[in-house]
């Protein structure tokens, strides 16, 4: 028992910061993030000891985060509020224009509809595979398609310089 409290505690400080920036992304809020994040993690740790023997933890946590967020995008009744700014890094880089650029996409992404936002950050952050995508989603892969051909052009469209940039795909 205490093994698994300490191999848990060991992914949980290896892995929050990448699953907090994935959650970031689909979110959009850091605090939304967080509680995503948080839940995922819940999860992730009552299941820890079939995880443990034989699965994968990392991808368990990231399909709990992924299937909670669809699930509070269906619920009625629930708007979607964004309100904040990205925070600064404070590496000692001078990172202006990669901040210009940041503050810039992340402006453009909030103002795409949340599907259209998930379809991006699965497809082009996470790098995971269109069938895989639509299956985390909910959606058919023609679906998905829609999806991230909408997004992309509406960040194009919103965004020329980053695009002729190579920035958006």
Request: aromatic share 6%.
């Amino acid at each position: 028992m205490e093994q698994d409290e300490h191999d848990f505690e060991t992914f949980y400080r290896a892995r929050t910061p990448a699953l907090l920036r994935t959650a970031y992304l689909l979110t959009g809020d850091r605090h939304l993030a967080e509680d995503l994040v948080q839940d995922a993690l819940a999860r992730t740790h009552r299941a820890w000891r079939k995880l443990r023997e034989g699965g994968n933890p990392e991808a368990y946590a990231r399909q709990v985060m992924y299937n909670l967020q669809v699930s509070r995008w269906r619920r009625k009744g629930v708007p979607e509020a964004l309100p904040g700014e990205l925070p600064e890094r404070r590496d000692g880089r001078d990172q202006a224009g990669d901040t210009a650029n940041r503050l810039a996409l992340r402006q453009a992404l909030l103002t795409l509809p949340a599907r259209q936002r998930a379809a991006l950050v699965l497809r082009y952050f996470e790098d995971r595979s269109e069938a895989e995508a639509a299956e985390l989603l909910g959606c058919r892969v023609g679906t998905l398609k829609s999806h991230l051909s909408r997004g992309l052009g509406a960040l194009r469209k919103v965004l020329p310089d980053l695009a002729t940039e190579g920035m958006i795909p």
